[in-house]
T-cell receptor, first 111, second 111 residues
Framework: GEDVEQSLFLSVREGDSSVINCTYT??????LYWYKQEPGAGLQLLTY?????DMKQDQRLTVLLNKKDKHLSLRIADTQTGDSAIYFC???????????FGGGTRLMVKP | DAGITQSPRHKVTETGTPVTLRCHQT?????MYWYRQDPGHGLRLIHY???????DKGEVSDGYSVSRSKTEDFLLTLESATSSQTSVYFC??????????FGPGTRLLVL
């Protein structure tokens, strides 16, 4: 079955870059996603990448995809205290109608 | 925010009682989903719907049933709640490739 793994915790200083990593198992996934969850809130889509791309940049966010190693990363440049949240990566199934989420990485940004 | 509401937002119930959670959308999306979120597990799909009266099981469907009699409403029922169903439940709308939007969540405590 599908399995998505993330490290549990990341701590960075304000202004530094953050890199959150994710590994997945379904090589047929067409899209991979990054979601952000702030305390007490639902998930908010940050960005996604199509599987035939290896990089996507969106303002402070850079997504890197290594399809051979099934490794996805999210880089946040100039990390701010407002970026403190839990970040989830997710892969979709073959039919494109279901997402499998990783366990989430809690990002703590220290002033 | 996409027009998704969940009710109730918080509920405390006793083991063995039936519980129904409601997800309501105003976006006319065909696809609707119920997830549960537990520490260390991220989000896991319970059931989803791809149209009125069309539903299918997700990864953790045991002990849950769903109904969709109208496009805008997707109900999740715990026929006989157990303590293992204490969780935060999120509804989402939209197909994975078209971006999923999440509701604010329902915190359920089963005593």
């Amino acid at each position: 079955g599908e399995d998505v793994e993330q490290s549990l915790f990341l701590s960075v200083r304000e202004g530094d870059s953050s890199v959150i990593n994710c590994t997945y198992t379904d090589s047929s996934s067409t899209y991979l996603y990054w979601y952000k969850q702030e305390p007490g809130a639902g998930l908010q889509l940050l960005t996604y990448i199509f599987s035939n791309m290896d990089m996507k940049q969106d303002q402070r966010l850079t997504v890197l995809l290594n399809k051979k190693d099934k490794h996805l990363s999210l880089r946040i440049a100039d990390t701010q205290t407002g970026d403190s949240a839990i970040y989830f990566c997710a892969e979709e199934n073959n039919a494109g109608n279901m997402l499998t989420f990783g366990g989430g990485t809690r990002l703590m940004v220290k002033p | 925010d996409a027009g998704i509401t969940q009710s109730p937002r918080h509920k405390v119930t006793e083991t063995g009682t039936p519980v129904t959670l409601r997800c309501h959308q105003t976006e006319n999306h065909r696809y609707m989903y119920w997830y549960r979120q537990d520490p260390g597990h991220g989000l896991r799909l319970i059931h989803y719907s791809y149209g009125v009266k069309d539903t299918d099981k997700g990864e953790v469907s045991d002990g849950y049933s769903v109904s969709r009699s109208k496009t805008e409403d997707f109900l999740l029922t715990l026929e006989s709640a157990t303590s293992s169903q204490t969780s935060v439940y999120f509804c989402a709308i939209g197909r994975a490739q078209e971006t999923q939007y999440f509701g604010p969540g329902t915190r359920l405590l089963v005593l």
